[in-house]
């Protein structure tokens, strides 16, 4: 059965510094993979996918995440975080193509001022 | 386009009472889920269904029923409320080709005293 593991509950960082989140996954076949962000109190929205194709895949607020077969990873980045970028941060991977979704625990981001 | 609409968005249940949140979505998505987020543990599956008719178990279906009689709509019922209900839940709706991923509703608060 596929699985995604975060390893990080919690990250705080300044604003204005770079930003990596990991995220590891186990899936037998060809994976999707998503992140997706929610804010305090909101649903989820997503930031960016990769279904095939080029391993570095660009997404919405200027994240960026690249693909890693050899390391079943898929990690969450972005050059310079904005206090904005407070928020949780889950990768998932889809089973079955597109059928269902497996998440991670979630990341929570702190930003400093 | 309303996207995934759930109610109610609050509810405060009775152990032992039932009832069933309702999910619709109007983009002609043959894929919904049903999850709940609990602190700590992301989000987890508790049924999901691939197009009208057909439903299946995800990772914690245990004290819920779903049924799948048309594409726009997925209710979740909770046959006799527990205080281990106690979550936020969340429906969930892809296309067959997972293109943009899956689009989220905005949640349900449940509370079972």
């Known amino acids: 059965a596929q699985s995604v593991t975060q390893p990080d509950i919690h990250i705080t960082v300044s604003e204005g510094a770079s930003l990596e989140l990991r995220c590891n996954y186990s899936?037998?076949?060809?994976?999707?993979l998503f992140w997706y962000v929610q804010s305090p109190g909101q649903g989820l929205q997503l930031l960016l996918k990769y279904f095939s194709g080029d391993t570095l895949v660009q997404g919405i607020k200027g994240f960026e995440a690249e693909f890693k077969r050899s390391q079943s990873s898929f990690n969450l980045r972005k050059p310079s975080v904005h206090w904005s970028d407070a928020a949780e941060y889950f990768c998932?991977?889809?089973?079955?193509?597109?059928?269902?979704?497996?998440f991670g625990q979630g990341t929570r981001l702190t930003i400093n001022p | 386009n309303a996207g995934v609409t759930q109610t109610p968005k609050f509810q405060v249940l009775k152990t032992g009472q039932s009832m069933t949140l309702q999910c619709a979505q109007d983009?002609?998505?043959?894929?919904m889920s049903w999850y709940r987020q609990d602190p700590g543990m992301g989000l987890r599956l508790i049924h999901y269904s691939v197009g009208a008719g057909i439903t299946d178990q995800g990772e914690v279906p245990n004290g819920y029923n779903v049924s799948r009689s048309t594409t726009e709509d997925f209710p979740l019922r909770l046959l006799s409320a527990a205080p281990s209900q106690t979550s936020v839940y969340f429906c969930?709706?892809?296309?067959?080709?997972?293109?943009?991923?899956?689009?989220f509703g905005s949640g349900t608060r449940l509370t079972v005293v």
């Open positions: 998932a991977v889809g089973a079955q193509g597109a059928q269902k979704l497996v």
């Open positions: 899936y037998g076949a060809t994976p999707y």
């Open positions: 969930a709706s892809s296309s067959t080709t997972g293109g943009n991923g899956y689009t």
């Open positions: 983009m002609n998505h043959e894929y």
